[in-house]
């Protein structure tokens, strides 16, 4: 079946523009998770959605950064008047249900550029 | 807090060579504990998991057990291949949580 998928694969921006990124999970996955990795790094934890729950945020690095996940599917990423330093690639991972053996299944992410 | 600490890369090995990657943790409690890998112009995938102390997970060749009395999950291959070359990552769900820690990921390349 289908992966999880992203959307658009790369984002180039200017300096203080919004941008909003998608996820498409695996169809019937509750869980979904977003990861920055930046260059050199490993996956930083930003945001976690579980079902129809209030997500955990606590890994937004500040309020320029949120998410939303409707109809516990599609999930989008948006980051309000982009910084250089939030050039990474976003990404995004299902799995399955609340288990914390769960497999997570990533998607290509999306390298953002901002300029 | 918790935290996971992979070994740094680089590291290039010869085909048929054995590989380890080392990966130790703090944590609290006994979490479940993850190898990823990222193969090259691909997306993260599951390469093996142990949920408990003592087990060991397996997957292509690739080992890692679970120590609890060392708090390690080292990654090893008696025999790495060209199609190994990969990052891979060690990570684990912290302190009851879902905000999953991963390391800063261990490139391997194996030459033919």
């Known amino acids: 079946g289908a992966g999880v998928s992203q959307s658009p694969s790369n984002k180039v921006t200017e300096k203080g523009k919004d941008v909003e990124l998608r996820c498409d999970p695996i169809?019937?996955?509750?869980?979904l998770y977003w990861y920055r990795q930046s260059l050199g790094q490993g996956l930083e934890f930003l945001i976690y959605?579980?079902?129809?729950?209030?997500?955990?945020k606590s890994g937004l690095p500040s309020d320029r950064f949120s998410a939303e996940r409707t109809g516990g599917s599609v999930s989008t990423l948006t980051i309000q008047r982009t910084q250089q330093e939030d050039s990474a690639v976003y990404l995004c991972?299902?799995?399955?249900?609340?288990?914390?053996?769960?497999?997570?299944?990533f998607g290509p992410g999306t390298r953002l550029t901002v300029l | 807090g918790d935290s996971v600490t992979q070994m740094e890369g680089p590291v290039t090995l010869s085909e048929e060579a054995c590989l380890t990657i080392?990966?130790?943790?703090?944590?609290?409690?006994?979490?479940?504990l993850f190898w990823y890998v990222q193969y090259p112009g691909e997306g993260l995938q599951l390469l093996l998991k142990?949920?408990?102390?003592?087990d060991k997970g397996s997957n292509k060749g690739f080992e890692a057990t679970y120590r609890k009395e060392t708090t390690s999950f080292h990654l090893e291959k008696g025999s790495v291949q060209v199609s190994d070359s990969a990052v891979y990552f060690c990570?684990?769900?912290?302190?009851?949580?879902?905000?999953?820690?991963f390391g800063t990921g261990t490139r391997l390349k194996v030459l033919a």
């Open positions: 142990a949920t408990k102390a003592d």
């Open positions: 959605f579980q079902g129809n729950s209030a997500p955990d």
């Open positions: 080392n990966c130790t943790y703090t944590a609290t409690g006994y979490p479940s």
């Open positions: 990570a684990l769900p912290p302190g009851g949580t879902y905000k999953y820690i």
């Open positions: 169809s019937g996955h509750t869980a």
């Open positions: 991972a299902s799995s399955q249900g609340a288990d914390r053996t769960d497999t997570q299944y």
